[in-house]
């Protein structure tokens, strides 16, 4: 990857000395990838607002998030699998669409109905996919029934969307809020933007809706347990979370993410040196019971479930959580958590009551 450096957009936001450690830990990451080639791409199925629909997820492989060359968020290594540069021409980011659709055709049966587009950064971000390719993004998938895109509030606008809309595709736009605390958002996360932007930027998605006979709406991805939180502080801090986003006009879903440990990333730092523990499986369970009557679809994937690295109970009963937690996203009856338990329970309930920041993490 090419080595990250703060440009005049940045400067100013977030805490500089963390930056400047991050950029340090970042350098390190020394491989190469193809800009021809999206970074992943794999079908699924999703719960939206119009029900459960197949999906085509994808992310493509472009310069990378703006924020995170200048230092970003202290849990996110995605843009160690950005490219060198800093920037894929339009031909390039074609060319990985391409890749996405023969991988559909020769592992789905039909279409996918939903389109799910990530850059590990800002799809809306012209400095990652132009404008021309954005729109040509839009022609390609002009078929399908939804699309969503990833992005900073920063820069989300109706006529953005409306590049979508105007095919007749539902349009949600990602944002990566983490929290609605704006305190746990900047020295935790160290995430420059404040509620208000994200608030902000669910205006100009409820604009867009009004605009179009496609719906358009924000999906917000909040982050459970991010450093320097105990186990209990981040409970409660996803639980008023996931209520603050719900009330919002323009937010139709929220999807709780469990911290997992990624390379290049002060949380790694932290982890090796026993200072995270990435959160107990329990703890998505209890978040997703205690918010399950919000007036939005509530979700979680707990990526690397079951890992040291990922968020896990005590290893027996990873599995059956896990499972638990997926049929609860489709189905949204927290009557599925009443099928599984463990001797662990008691584990996880005393690290609640008893974890403090100055003894974090109480157990591994």
Known sequence: ????????????????????????????????????????????????????????????NTGGCRWARAGGCTMCGYVAESVDGG?????????????????EADNADELADLIKIYTSGSFLDEREVGAESRRAIADTFADRERMVVESLPDFVDREKIGDF????????????????????????????FDFADFEAACAEAAAADSESDAAAGIKAYLLLKPPFLTESESVEDMISSVERCAAVEGC??????PCNVQRYTMVDELYFNDGYRPPWLWSVTHVLEETADVDAIV???????????????????????????????LRQDPAVFEQVSCECELTWETVRDRERSFNQPLTR
């Open 1 to 60: 990857m090419s080595k990250p450096t703060p440009e005049v957009y940045e400067q100013g936001k977030g805490m500089d000395a963390h930056n400047q450690a991050m950029r340090e830990i970042r350098s390190r990451k020394e491989a190469s990838y193809d800009p021809h080639e999206p970074t992943r791409v794999w079908l699924d199925e999703d719960n939206t607002p119009d029900g459960v629909k197949k999906s085509l997820t994808i992310i493509l």
């Open 87 to 103: 920037s894929v021409p339009h031909d390039a980011l074609m060319d990985q669409i391409d890749v996405c659709l023969e991988h």
């Open 165 to 192: 809309a105007r095919h007749g595709l539902d349009t949600d736009v990602a944002i990566g809020l983490e929290t609605a605390t704006d305190r746990v958002r900047h020295d935790c996360v160290n995430k420059y």
């Open 252 to 257: 139709h879903t929220v999807s709780m993410n």
């Open 299 to 329: 979700v979680s994937d707990p990526v690397g479930h079951g890992s040291d690295r990922g968020p896990h109970n005590c290893g027996d009963c990873d599995d059956r959580v896990q499972k638990a937690i997926k049929d609860f996203d």
